[in-house]
């Protein structure tokens, strides 16, 4: 167990809705990584918040946002869901010396998100 | 634009066999080079890494061997077991601005046969 929560496990939800995950961090972490896995792109960076502000944005569409709240758990929000953004998405996080090069990104378990 | 190019994309070995995964990355920039794994159901987890200005290190029957000059580094699990089974990524680490970013290569299902 990496220590990282995510919730749900699964969402099933229709094209057009909006949808919200959640992640905890571990104890301590103040870095929260969020990842798109799909079959055919391997994991793909979307964003990273730092003790609760945006640090890095990779691939992340304009649908999509996230923010981080003050006891450190993230949201990652999904809107205008299309049938593409069906994926594996894994939230990650990492102790407060993130700048190190050694610094360890842990994953949580991931949620599935299956968009009909 | 893909930056860490990872093959082959599945893998089966015997049971004893060696497995080799293979990267290649472009930006020099890229500092750190670890290996994540990854079973079904679960997400990726550390499993050894690697400094650029290191050509070998070893950790149990795991092993990355980094050829700087090249910009290629891999992974050798001597010994496959069944228990290995699983989906790795290799990775790339740099410094983005502010932030230290990870850029994963596509991953390599590694089947090991009893």
């Known amino acids: 167990d990496s220590g990282v929560t995510q919730t749900p496990k699964h969402l099933i939800t229709a094209t057009g809705q909006r949808v919200t995950l959640r992640c905890s961090p571990r104890?301590?972490?103040?870095?929260v990584y969020w990842y798109q896995q799909s079959l055919d792109q391997g994991l793909q960076f979307l964003i990273q918040?730092?003790?609760?502000?945006?640090?890095a944005k990779g691939n992340i569409l304009e649908r999509f946002s996230a923010q981080q709240f003050p006891d450190l758990h993230s949201e990652l929000n999904l809107s205008s869901l299309e049938l593409g953004d069906s994926a594996l998405y894994f939230c990650?996080?990492?102790?407060?010396?993130?700048?190190?090069?050694?610094?360890?990104?842990?994953f949580g378990a991931g949620t599935r998100l299956s968009v009909l | 634009q893909q930056q860490v190019k990872q093959s082959p994309q599945s893998l089966i070995v015997q049971k004893g066999g060696i497995s080799i995964i293979n990267c290649a990355y472009e930006n020099t920039a890229f500092d750190y080079f670890p290996w994540y794994q990854q079973f079904p159901g679960k997400g990726p987890a550390l499993l050894i890494a690697i400094r650029p200005d290191v050509s070998e290190k070893k950790e149990g029957r795991f092993t990355i061997s980094f050829n700087k000059s090249a910009k290629q580094f891999s992974l050798h699990i001597m010994d496959s077991q069944p228990g290995d089974s699983a989906t790795y990524f290799c990775?790339?680490?740099?410094?983005?601005?502010?932030?230290?970013?990870?850029?994963f290569g596509s991953g390599t299902q590694l089947t090991v046969l009893p």
């Open positions: 990775a790339a680490s740099m410094v983005r601005g502010s932030a230290r970013q990870l850029t």
């Open positions: 990650a996080s990492s102790p407060p010396a993130s700048g190190t090069r050694e610094n360890i990104q842990y």
């Open positions: 918040y730092y003790n609760g502000e945006e640090r």
């Open positions: 104890s301590g972490d103040l870095s």
